[in-house]
T-cell receptor
Framework: QQPVQSPQAVILREGEDAVINCSSS?????VHWYRQKHGEAPVFLMILLKGGEQKGHEKISASFNEKKQQSSLYLTASQLSYSGTYFCGTVPLGNTGKLIFGQGTTLQVKP | KAGVTQTPRYLIKTRGQQVTLSCSPISGHRSVSWYQQTPGQGLQFLFE???????NKGNFPGRFSGRQFSNSRSEMNVSTLELGDSALYLC??????????????FGEGSRLTVL
């Protein structure tokens, strides 16, 4: 039931791009993305709703393939501040109160 | 606007004891979700409360329980603590209903160590 994220870890240089993938075995209502910096609470980045509506975050975008129950988070021209652990969360169809997170992808951006 | 407040922030217990953690959501938020975070396991869903009713429950044993009060404040309780219960317990609130309606606002968590 827990969505699967890949890769588990990424190391980038400033200015490079990264893609984080999230895959679920269940039909989804929405996909969420959060970022957690070390020692801090997770912070909302964006939500992608069934039907294509997207709410975004500056310089970070995402896609949601409803048929495949897959989402990808795109980080372009990465900055040092992008470092942290990224979690995708999925809300299944028919149970919109339940947000289940993947195991996380650790992103490290180096100067 | 005050954020989500969790107390206590840190606590140490021994095996067999019980613990109660508290969460005060953002004013006006009626949904409170609880998550357990451990290295390698990510954020594991415990339960979600909305208007004092438990609407959703994760795959945790019955030792984990919770409740929500009329002012939306929530508590979770873990009885007969085990070493594996050592974790960061995060609470998140949202205005209407869990994750479907948008952003969850997380507290900074309660870090439980079981010795």
């Amino acid at each position: 039931q827990q969505p699967v994220q890949s890769p588990q870890a990424v190391i980038l240089r400033e200015g490079e791009d990264a893609v984080i993938n999230c895959s679920s075995s269940k039909a989804l209502y929405s996909v969420h993305w959060y970022r957690q910096k070390h020692g801090e609470a997770p912070v909302f980045l964006m939500i992608l709703l069934k039907g294509g509506e997207q709410k975004g975050h500056e310089k970070i975008s995402a896609s949601f393939n409803e048929k495949k129950q897959q989402s990808s988070l795109y980080l372009t021209a990465s900055q040092l501040s992008y470092s942290g652990t990224y979690f995708c969360g999925t809300v299944p169809l028919g149970n919109t109160g339940k947000l289940i997170f993947g195991q996380g992808t650790t992103l490290q951006v180096k100067p | 606007k005050a954020g989500v407040t969790q107390t206590p922030r840190y606590l140490i217990k021994t095996r067999g004891q019980q613990v109660t953690l508290s969460c005060s959501p953002i004013s006006g938020h009626r949904s409170v979700s609880w998550y357990q975070q451990t290295p390698g396991q990510g954020l594991q869903f415990l339960f979600e409360y909305f208007s004092e009713t438990q609407r959703n429950k994760g795959n945790f044993p019955g030792r984990f329980s919770g409740r929500q009060f009329s002012n939306s404040r929530s508590e979770m309780n873990v009885s007969t603590l085990e070493l594996g219960d050592s974790a960061l317990y995060l609470c998140a609130s949202s205005p209407l209903g869990g994750g479907a309606t948008g952003e969850l606002f997380f507290g900074e968590g309660s870090r439980l160590t079981v010795l």
